[in-house]
Nanobody, 120 residues
Framework: QVQLVESGGGLVPPGGSLRLSCAAS????????GGWYRQAPGKQRELVAA???????NYNDSVKGRFTISKDNAKNTVYLQMNSLKPEDTAVYYC??????????????WGQGTQVTVSS
């Protein structure tokens, strides 16, 4: 069974950094494309950053220049490096990925979410 397992969330002061990881496990061939979403209390889930199969990234305007998304195909992992964090970045961050399995068709999966809190 394919799973996305996130890690790296936590509490950080404003201006700090965190690196989120999203590792795919199970009978998979590779991650085709991935992305990170976030949802703050009382708000809708929004796309933070995405990366396609050839590694081209796309960012929400609110994080451009501060966040970097990357993908390690050998490790089947998607990363989100977050620098210069602001209190408004506080949210639950979810990983999303299109995964090519060893057998079968490509499907979309979600991680369980990891809390990021930016506060002094």
């Amino acid at each position: 069974q394919v799973q996305l397992v996130e890690s790296g969330g936590g509490l950080v002061p404003p201006g700090g950094s965190l690196r989120l990881s999203c590792a795919a496990s199970g009978s998979i061939f590779r991650i085709y494309a991935g992305g990170w979403y976030r949802q703050a209390p009382g708000k809708q889930r929004e796309l933070v950053a995405a990366i396609n199969d050839d590694g081209t990234p796309n960012y929400n305007d609110s994080v451009k220049g501060r966040f970097t998304i990357s993908k390690d195909n050998a490790k089947n992992t998607v990363y989100l490096q977050m620098n210069s964090l602001k209190p408004e970045d506080t949210a639950v961050y979810y990983c999303n990925a299109d995964i090519i399995p060893r057998f079968g068709v490509t499907r979309n999966y979600w991680g369980q979410g990891t809390q990021v809190t930016v506060s002094s």
